[in-house]
Antibody, heavy 120, light 109 residues
Framework: QVQLVESGGGVVQPGRSLRLSCGAS????????MHWVRQAPGKGLEWLAL????????YYTDSVKGRFTISRDNSKDTLHLRMDSLRPEDTAVYFC?????????????WGQGTLVTVSS | QSVLKQPPSVSAAPGQKVTISCSGT????????VSWYQQLPGAAPKLLIY???KRPSWIPDRFSGSKSGTSATLGITGLQAGDEALYYC??????????FGGGTKLTVL
């Protein structure tokens, strides 16, 4: 079965960086687009970034453009999110999500999430 | 503030039917499929409806979706206590981003 396991969350000071990872199993990772979605405490879902199946196409929401970088390693079935210049408002649970196709359609499978807390 | 507008909350008694609306614009819903997600307390979201009106095989037919113009609707019939959750709509936007609705909390009375 499809499994997505996020890691790398934790407490980080404002202005610092953090890299999240998502290990995928149970499907052909290199055939699907992948996303990062976050949820601040008590708030709704916010889509952050998308990377196409081959890593050649990337899209970001405006609030993280220039600060966050999505990437994938198809040889290791792993998705990453590099987060720079972190702000307190980046505090959230970060979900790794598999798309249903190779580019963008809908969020078919979700990981359990990893909590990132930005605080001094 | 979310681009897609959902009612903050809806409620109905067990066994009844409820609908949740999702209002967008010509830049998003009008020209794209809508998907819906259910988030039970303390859990990750789960896909409910895709391509506006299709259900994954593991979702019971009590759940349905529709779209007309710039709006979409999620319907749930035969309400059960286990349906109490947050529900989100989502779609692609012409700004080259995925957008979510603000979420609707369903209470089963």
């Amino acid at each position: 079965q499809v499994q997505l396991v996020e890691s790398g969350g934790g407490v980080v000071q404002p202005g610092r960086s953090l890299r999240l990872s998502c290990g995928a199993s149970g499907f052909t990772f290199s055939s699907y687009a992948m996303h990062w979605v976050r949820q601040a405490p008590g708030k709704g879902l916010e889509w952050l970034a998308l990377v196409s199946y081959d890593g050649n196409n990337k899209y970001y929401t405006d609030s993280v453009k220039g600060r966050f970088t999505i990437s994938r390693d198809n040889s290791k079935d792993t998705l990453h999110l590099r987060m720079d210049s972190l702000r307190p408002e980046d505090t959230a649970v970060y979900f790794c999500v598999r798309d249903a196709t190779h580019l963008v359609s809908y969020f078919e499978y979700w990981g359990q999430g990893t909590l990132v807390t930005v605080s001094s | 503030q979310s681009v897609l507008k959902q009612p903050p909350s809806v409620s109905a008694a067990p066994g009844q039917k409820v609908t949740i609306s999702c209002s967008g614009t010509s830049s998003n819903i009008a020209n794209n499929y809508v998907s819906w997600y259910q988030q039970l307390p303390g859990a990750a979201p789960k896909l409910l409806i895709y391509e506006s009106n299709k259900r994954p095989s593991w979702i019971p037919d009590r759940f349905s979706g529709s779209k007309s113009g710039t709006s979409a609707t999620l319907g749930i019939t035969g309400l059960q206590a286990g349906d109490e959750a947050l529900y989100y709509c989502a779609t692609w936007d012409s700004s080259l981003s995925v957008i979510f609705g603000g979420g609707t909390k369903l209470t089963v009375l």
